[in-house]
């Protein structure tokens, strides 16, 4: 991400996204499925959001990282065409 990024906005689109989820916003983000969660984390020292998730397996929360990155990605390329 480059510091052009809204990182607070970004964070505030996907926890709209999931609102139907459980939601914790202590020091960040972490939403909460079914059998896995994944934690969004703006960094104070640069202009990046760092992910962490947890599932019973690695592929899955592989998985559900790369589909909370590709949310990020949508939301970065609407802002570039606004």
């Given amino acids: 991400?480059?510091?052009?990024v809204d990182v607070d906005a970004i964070?505030?689109?996907i926890e709209n996204k999931y609102k139907n989820n459980p939601i914790n916003?202590?020091?960040?983000i972490k939403i909460e499925f079914e059998n896995?969660?994944?934690?969004?984390r703006k960094?104070?020292?640069e202009p990046?959001?760092?992910i962490y998730s947890e599932s019973g397996t690695?592929?899955?929360?592989?998985?559900?990282?790369?589909?909370i990155i590709n949310d990020i990605r949508e939301?970065?390329?609407?802002d570039k065409e606004e």
């Fill in 48 to 50: 990046i959001i760092r």
């Fill in 75 to 78: 939301l970065i390329s609407v």
């Fill in 11 to 13: 964070l505030e689109a």
């Fill in 36 to 40: 896995e969660w994944v934690h969004l």
């Fill in 43 to 45: 960094s104070n020292t």
């Fill in 58 to 67: 690695l592929a899955t929360a592989e998985h559900l990282a790369n589909k």
């Fill in 25 to 28: 916003t202590i020091d960040g």
């Fill in 1 to 4: 991400m480059t510091s052009e």
